[in-house]
């Protein structure tokens, strides 16, 4: 009931659902055990799942965050916190957030 499986080898996909962007839209959306921002758990359902938007990308940001994406599968300390930090970067502005929201 709470696993997902995506069919799919979409690592802009991936990119996309693990950013932090898509992480506080299900803090909002979904039931939470505890508090959601402080070590609780979110209650991860298929009815809020398919509703996580997923934006329309121009050829060069989907291949800059597969790029990234394959680049967090491989690294690993300060490296790997730099290229996450430049994944949700990149996937606030396919949002139209700014660095701040």
Same mark, same amino acid.
């Given at each position: 009931? =709470?696993?997902?499986?995506?069919? $799919?080898?979409?690592?802009?996909?991936?990119?996309? !659902? /693990?950013? =932090?962007?898509?992480?506080? +839209?299900?803090?909002?959306?979904?039931? /939470? !055990?505890?508090?959601?921002?402080?070590?609780?758990?979110? !209650?991860?359902? /298929?009815?809020?799942?398919?509703?996580?938007?997923?934006?329309?990308?121009?050829?060069?940001?989907? $291949?800059?965050? $597969?790029?990234?994406?394959?680049?967090?599968?491989?690294?690993?300390?300060?490296?790997? $916190? =730099?290229? @996450?930090?430049?994944?949700?970067?990149?996937?606030?502005?396919? +949002?139209?957030?700014?660095?701040? @929201?």
């Amino acid at each position: 009931m =709470n696993a997902f499986i995506i069919p $799919t080898d979409d690592l802009f996909l991936l990119g996309i !659902l /693990a950013s =932090n962007v898509v992480w506080q +839209y299900l803090k909002y959306v979904c039931a /939470a !055990l505890g508090d959601a921002s402080s070590g609780g758990r979110l !209650l991860l359902k /298929a009815e809020f799942m398919k509703e996580v938007p997923i934006p329309a990308a121009a050829s060069r940001d989907r $291949t800059a965050i $597969t790029q990234m994406v394959k680049d967090c599968l491989v690294c690993e300390g300060d490296k790997l $916190t =730099n290229i @996450e930090k430049q994944l949700d970067q990149a996937v606030k502005s396919l +949002y139209g957030l700014r660095k701040s @929201e």
